[in-house]
């Protein structure tokens, strides 16, 4: 069992960061009922797991509501393959759909220039 100052050195995850994390709901510390001087919690190995299946699902651009979906059936394994995939295209559709957004107002910013430079002539 870590203290949080443990699992924030060992995943590089500021401490309130993890704090915000276990407050939206991806995961729950413990608090050791023997001790009663104090009110630390307390994380098992398996939260630094998790904490890096949230960074690493954080940085291929999912959302901490969809993270918390998924979460605890894939870190325990409990979602099929052809789910996993299912969740991974889904994602897919939405980054293309990003893009293709990103595009028209890569469009539409080019479009603007233009027509400020045509105003100077």
Excluded: H
């Amino acid at each position: 069992m870590k203290l949080i100052n443990q699992l924030s050195k060992e995943t590089g995850i500021p401490i309130g960061t993890i704090r915000f994390y276990e407050k939206s709901g991806l995961f729950r510390g413990e608090i050791k009922k023997e001790v009663t001087t104090n009110n630390y919690v307390y994380y098992g190995d398996e939260i630094v797991e998790k904490l890096r299946f949230i960074q690493m699902a954080k940085a291929v651009g999912f959302t901490l509501s969809e993270i918390k979906e998924v979460v605890d059936v894939w870190y325990k394994k409990e979602i099929s393959q052809k789910a996993q995939i299912e969740v991974l295209d889904l994602k897919l559709v939405q980054i293309d759909q990003k893009i293709k957004e990103l595009k028209t107002m890569k469009k539409q910013i080019a479009l603007c220039k233009s027509n400020i430079r045509n105003k100077e002539d």
